[in-house]
């Protein structure tokens, strides 16, 4: 395996700056899209307002070329390639897995909190029911994009840079560095915080055991569409179309049980989801690992 170009510290750091770069220009060019699309039907152009009012819309736009940046700029400074990353052929069946494993380390603690009166219907200006069909549809393919590009980042390029820190001190590094950019977001908490360290480890763990990244992003992409698109919770403290409008009840129990505005990543009930996650990850580990050597660093 080739020694990084650059010293993990100025490589991080360079690697941000220009990350960073890609980001602000992805949202510029989709407002500009925007902007010509509404001029062409004879409407106020707002290219850039429009990007700023949508969160998802911006958080799409942002990967358009931050995800080429990582795979490119990324995969020059690890001297690695799209495999060093995890993206390798054969993605079907740990993706579909991990999707699963996603969705019901959700639901059915979902369920269970439903059972003993922790969630009640809530009232949303984001669209609600059988109407947000179409919404939900749309939105689906956005939230795949943002989980395979968050975990192109984290447990791609990062774990592998930072892969001096030893297979768990990356781990637990990049787990950090996940949670420190989710605090950004609306309605962030302490809780919150240690709800996506959880999940980041877990994520972690699954993209070294598998040595793919197509089932830390079936993992991620199950637990988003089932918070947001399913059950109508917050999702990192966004609130996307769902089928159905859940909320904690009022009392301390519930939310903290439950997690509040932040979502379920800040709920004791859901920590105890993530580390359940890696326990079946490792217990899993001898039929996860890629048949022709063991698990990836």
Known sequence: MSPNRLHALPGSLLFCAVALAAMGAGQVAVGAAMGVLQAARGQEVQGAAWVAGHPLMAAGASWLLLIPTIRLFGGW??????????????GRVPFVLGATLGAAMLLLPAALGSLLGGYAPADSTAPTGSGAVPAVLLTLPLL??????????????FLRYWRGLGPMGAVVATAGLFSLVHSVNPNASIAG?????????????????????????GIHLGWNAATALVLGLPVSGFELPSLLRWQATDGDWA???LGGAFGPE???AYHGAWMAAIVVVLASAPWL?????????
């Open 193 to 217: 915080a240690a709800g996506v360290v959880l999940a980041g480890v877990a994520l972690g763990i699954a993209r070294l055991v598998s040595g793919s990244l197509w089932l830390p992003t």
């Open 289 to 297: 690992a890629p048949r022709s050597q063991g698990p990836s660093e």
């Open 266 to 268: 800040e709920g004791l």
């Open 77 to 90: 400074l690890a001297s690695s390639t799209g495999e060093d990353f995890g993206v390798r052929s054969g």
């Open 255 to 257: 939310r903290g049980l």
């Open 144 to 157: 795949a994009l943002l989980a395979f590009g968050e975990e192109l980042l984290f447990r791609g390029f």
